[in-house]
C-alpha cells in the first residue's frame, strides 16, 4: 500500500509554482552573518502534512472547515457530561512510538484525559492516553494521504477507530462518502455501515452519515441530531426564544417597579 502512495503522491514535492503556499506555510528563522536574525516564509509539501510541525499554518477549504466544525460541535455535546473526554481539531499529535512522526488529524476524540490543557500537541506518552477515534476530511490534493498512508500509520499507532469523511469528483459534483476502520488484533478492518450507509461511532453513541450531500449525525434512535440548516435553524430560534423571554422579564419588572412606585405615592 505504501509502495503505490509513494508512487501516486510525491510527498517531497511542493504545490504548483504559480501557487506555492497552496498547502500552507510556516515560519522558519534564520541568522544572518552580521548575528541579526530573520524569518523566512516556507511553503509546505505534502510530506509537512502528513507529519506537520508546531506552528505549520495549513490552508483548507469552506467545506472542508464547515464540515469540521459541524463534527466538533455534535461531538463536543456527545461528551458534554464527561469531563475526561476532549474533542481536538488541528492539534498535533505525538506518539510514543519511536518509528511514527506526529500527525495533524482534522479531529480527534481522547477519552480518559486527566485534566484539559491548552494543547497544540497531544503528547501520548506525556498524557498516558491515546486518541480513541480520528477523522479525517479529505481535500483533492491531500485524500491519497488519508487513505494510504495515515491508514497504516494510526492502525500502527492504536487508534482504535479511523473514519474518513472522503470527498470524491463523481460527473463534475462533489460527492461525500464515508470510510470506517476499526482496530482488531492484526490490523485495521472495514467497519461496516448500516443498511443506510451510516457508520456507528460508539464512543460518541451516535451515527454518522450523508443526506442531501452534507454530513448528518444521528443519535442510536434514529433521530437527526443536526445538519447545517437545523443547527443554524436551531440557533435562531434559540436566540429568539431568548430575547423574547428577556423582554417579557423587563416588561414585568417595570410593571411591578411602576405598581411599587403607585403604592409609595398612594401610602404617602
Not at 107 to 122: A, D, H, T, Y
Request: aromatic content about 6%.
Amino acid at each position: 500500500m505504501t509502495t503505490v502512495a509513494e508512487v501516486l503522491v510525491p510527498l517531497s514535492h511542493p504545490a504548483a509554482p504559480g501557487d506555492p503556499f497552496r498547502y500552507g506555510w510556516r515560519y522558519v528563522p534564520h541568522q544572518l552573518a552580521d548575528g541579526n536574525w530573520t524569518v523566512e516564509q516556507l511553503p509546505l509539501t505534502l510530506e509537512d502534512l502528513l507529519h506537520p510541525e508546531e506552528g505549520d499554518q495549513v490552508t483548507h477549504t469552506d467545506a472542508h472547515q464547515r464540515r469540521r466544525r459541524y463534527l466538533c460541535n455534535i461531538f463536543e455535546a456527545r461528551l458534554r457530561s464527561d469531563s475526561h473526554a476532549v474533542v481536538l481539531d488541528d492539534v498535533r499529535v505525538k506518539w510514543d512510538l519511536p518509528e511514527l512522526r506526529p500527525h495533524g488529524p482534522d479531529i480527534m476524540v481522547v477519552l480518559g484525559v486527566r485534566e484539559r490543557k491548552n494543547w497544540s500537541s497531544f503528547d501520548v506518552a506525556q498524557e498516558g492516553v491515546r486518541p480513541t477515534l480520528i477523522v479525517e476530511i479529505t481535500s483533492p490534493e491531500t485524500r491519497a494521504i488519508d487513505l494510504t498512508f495515515k491508514l497504516d500509520e494510526y492502525d500502527l499507532a492504536g487508534v482504535p477507530l479511523y473514519v474518513i469523511v472522503d470527498a470524491v469528483q463523481r460527473q463534475g459534483r462533489e460527492v461525500l462518502r464515508l470510510l470506517g476502520y476499526r482496530q482488531t488484533a492484526t490490523a485495521y478492518e472495514v467497519l461496516p455501515p448500516d443498511d443506510q450507509g451510516r457508520l456507528y461511532l460508539e464512543p460518541l453513541r451516535l451515527l454518522l452519515g450523508v443526506s442531501g450531500g452534507e454530513l448528518v449525525c444521528y443519535d442510536e434512535a434514529g433521530r437527526v441530531l443536526g445538519d447545517y440548516s437545523t443547527v443554524d435553524t436551531a440557533r435562531l430560534a434559540a436566540e429568539a426564544r431568548a430575547a423574547e423571554a428577556e423582554a417579557r422579564l423587563r416588561a414585568v419588572e417595570a410593571e411591578l417597579a411602576r405598581l411599587r412606585s403607585g403604592q409609595r405615592t398612594e401610602g404617602a
